[in-house]
């Protein structure tokens, strides 16, 4: 059974940075693209980041310059480092294969900026 697990979030000022962790188990990632998700309260759940296999990333355009996806392939994570957060930044924060399955939706992570 596959399991994605997220940490990292918490309440932090505008300008500040989180660095968000997934651990995934049950399977490895080595070869999948995985992303970032975020849901903010009555949004849809949306791709923050993502990083193919090859190490290729890609960003959503409100995200870019700003936040750094990154995956340690020996330990089946996947990070994010978010720097200058802003209050619109605010959601739950998922990791996920990109494209997602349903079956891999963890608890995720609640990011708070606050202004």
């Known amino acids: 059974q596959v399991q994605l697990v997220e940490s990292g979030g918490g309440l932090v000022q505008a300008g500040g940075s989180l660095r968000l962790s997934c651990a995934a188990s049950?399977?490895?990632?080595?070869?999948?693209?995985m992303g970032w998700f975020r849901q903010a309260p009555g949004k849809e759940r949306e791709l923050v980041a993502g990083?193919?296999?090859?190490?290729?990333?890609y960003y959503t355009d409100s995200v870019k310059g700003r936040f750094i996806i990154s995956r340690d392939n020996a330990k089946n994570t996947v990070n994010l480092q978010m720097n200058s957060l802003k209050p619109e930044d605010t959601a739950v924060y998922y990791c996920?294969?990109?494209?997602?399955?349903?079956?891999?939706w963890g608890q995720g992570t609640q990011v708070t900026v606050s202004s």
């Open positions: 049950g399977r490895t990632f080595n070869a999948a693209a």
């Open positions: 990083i193919r296999s090859t190490g290729y990333k």
């Open positions: 996920n294969s990109d494209p997602a399955r349903e079956d891999y």
